[in-house]
């Protein structure tokens, strides 16, 4: 059974920072490409970022600078950190697992940056 573990979600003042985990069990980690995703009230899901390898990442143009994603194979674990928050970073965020026409997500996490 896959699961996708997210954690690390919460309330921050804007300026600040949080760090979220993706703990992945069921799939061969080091094979998939690993991504966040985020989904604000009313809108769509969109990217944040994704990472195959340590030099291989790429990041919606919103995030860019203060957002990085990293992967630890040995944990099977992604992480999103976050800084200099904003309030347009309140968002559910979302673990996403792919490899080939394979696909899985997590269940989601709360941000929300409000003074």
């Known amino acids: 059974q896959v699961q996708l573990v997210e954690s690390g979600g919460g309330l921050v003042q804007p300026g600040g920072s949080l760090r979220l985990s993706c703990a992945a069990s069921?799939?061969?980690?080091?094979?998939?490409?690993m991504g966040w995703y985020r989904q604000a009230p009313g809108k769509q899901r969109e990217l944040v970022a994704t990472?195959?390898?340590?030099?291989?990442?790429n990041y919606a143009d919103a995030v860019k600078g203060r957002f990085t994603i990293s992967r630890d194979n040995a944990k099977n674990t992604v992480y999103l950190q976050m800084n200099n928050l904003k309030p347009e970073d309140t968002a559910v965020y979302y673990c996403?697992?792919?490899?080939?026409?394979?696909?899985?997500w997590g269940q989601g996490t709360q941000v929300t940056v409000s003074s």
């Open positions: 996403n697992a792919v490899l080939a026409t394979t696909e899985f």
């Open positions: 069921g799939i061969i980690f080091s094979l998939y490409e």
């Open positions: 990472i195959i390898s340590g030099d291989n990442t």
